[in-house]
T-cell receptor
Framework: KQEVTQIPAALSVPEGENLVLNCSFT??????LQWFRQDPGKGLTSLLL?????REQTSGRLNASLDKSSGRSTLYIAASQPGDSATYLC??????????????FGKGTKLSVKP | GAGVSQTPSNKVTEKGKYVELRCDPI?????LYWYRQSLGQGPEFLIY????????DSGLPNDRFFAVRPEGSVSTLKIQRTERGDSAVYLC??????????????FGPGTRLLVL
């Protein structure tokens, strides 16, 4: 059974710092991995999707890496800003339960960026 | 263009009542997913549609939960005889299916269900 773990559960940093969020998964047979952002009381916003054949994806100040063989992904946020404060969720999709594409989520890392 | 929309945004009901939650996916997206998120947890998969048919309903917790997508667009999640433990945020997502791979899932804002 696929399990996704995110460390740390919460992180507080001063504005301007570079930071790394970690995600690990137990079954390396994945199709892709997505990073999401969730603001309090809101839905999920997709940040980056990495296909299983890729090693990393970049969007602005965000860079996500994937090491499928070791079951790890990291989300790097450069020059953090107070507006980056949110919960960041990692999710993997694979062949589970007889079909494809269902996302298995971690519990998230709650990020607080202090001005 | 318009994103995924869900109605109602909030629903308060009494234990034992029947509720329906609606999801309007992004136009043209063939795949539609329902997830449930409890406080402090990541979303958990409930059911996945490819077109009109449920391709995987293995995440539905019991037979009180049912979902339909009769025309391959709008979907309705139906919960019978609601229980307090059903209280959660119900999220809907949609995605394209392109060249044999699953694309980015786009989520709606969710329906917050509270069963008293």
């Amino acid at each position: 059974k696929q399990e996704v773990t995110q460390i740390p559960a919460a992180l507080s940093v001063p504005e301007g710092e570079n930071l790394v969020l970690n995600c690990s998964f137990t079954d390396s047979a994945i199709y892709n991995l997505q990073w999401f952002r969730q603001d309090p009381g809101k839905g999920l916003t997709s940040l980056l999707l990495i296909q299983s054949s890729q090693r990393e994806q970049t969007s602005g100040r965000l860079n996500a890496s994937l090491d499928k063989s070791s079951g790890r992904s990291t989300l790097y946020i450069a020059a953090s800003q107070p507006g980056d404060s949110a919960t960041y969720l990692c999710a993997v999709s694979g062949f589970y339960g007889g079909s494809q594409g269902n996302l298995i989520f971690g519990k998230g890392t709650k990020l607080s960026v202090k001005p | 263009g318009a994103g995924v929309s869900q109605t109602p945004s909030n629903k308060v009901t009494e234990k034992g009542k029947y509720v329906e939650l609606r999801c309007d996916p992004i136009s043209g997206h063939t795949a539609l997913y329902w997830y449930r998120q409890s406080l402090g947890q990541g979303p958990e998969f409930l059911i996945y549609f490819q077109g009109t048919g449920a391709a995987d309903d293995s995440g539905l917790p019991n037979d009180r939960f049912f979902a339909v997508r009769p025309e391959g667009s709008v979907s309705t999640l139906k919960i019978q005889r609601t229980e307090r433990g059903d209280s959660a945020v119900y999220l809907c997502a949609s995605s394209q299916w392109a060249s044999g791979s699953f694309e980015t899932q786009y989520f709606g804002p969710g329906t917050r269900l509270l069963v008293l």
